[in-house]
């Protein structure tokens, strides 16, 4: 019995950098290896984004992103994508728990400071008609877990994150 490549393989059959025997070997085992390379982003991003205006709280983007699991916001103003917000760097923005302030103090800070103040600006995006094979290597290379999705006039169609990813992994696998 053979077994299933591990995820570095996997990765490195997306990014087209294996040789030889375990290159092909990973590629059997993915049901061609080229298939997954070759999916399109549209096909596999998620189509309904949350999304804030770069006026909005820090407190309001963090309840945000906790009430419905999101560790990215994309940013928009006037249907153009202009920052992303992750919750690392909503947490990097919050108070420390040591600090002196008071209660009160830190709820008023939070409330006054906003997304723009925080966001990254000009956030690097995908095409929607990119190959996951392109997302993936994006996402590698930059170290991001995520991608904005824009469409050929930049606006924002969408989000591809590593959860996409592996859901194509595994719909994949599963076929064998």
């Given amino acids: 019995m053979q077994e299933k490549p591990s995820g570095t393989d996997l990765t490195n059959a997306l990014e087209g950098e294996f040789d030889g025997d ?28 949350i999304t804030i205006s770069p006026d909005t709280s820090l407190a309001e983007a963090h309840k945000l992103m906790t009430e419905k699991r999101v560790r990215r916001l994309p940013v928009v103003d006037h249907d153009q994508i202009v920052g992303i917000v992750t919750l690392g760097d909503v947490r990097g923005a919050e108070p420390s ?20 103040e925080i966001m990254s600006h000009r956030p690097v995006t995908v095409q929607q008609d990119a190959s996951i094979g392109e997302a993936a290597r994006l996402m590698l290379e930059k170290k991001f877990s995520g991608l904005p999705v824009v469409d050929e006039t930049g606006h924002l169609v969408g989000i591809i994150t590593e959860s996409d990813i592996f859901r194509l992994v595994v719909s994949e696998w599963s076929k064998d």
Avoid: F, H, P
């Fill in 97 to 116: 728990r040591a600090s002196s302030l008071s209660i009160w103090e830190m709820n008023d800070l939070l409330a006054r400071l906003k997304v723009a």
């Fill in 22 to 49: 375990k290159k092909q070997n990973v590629q059997r085992q993915t049901d061609g290896g080229a298939t997954m390379k070759q999916e399109l982003v549209s096909d596999w991003m998620t189509r309904e984004v």
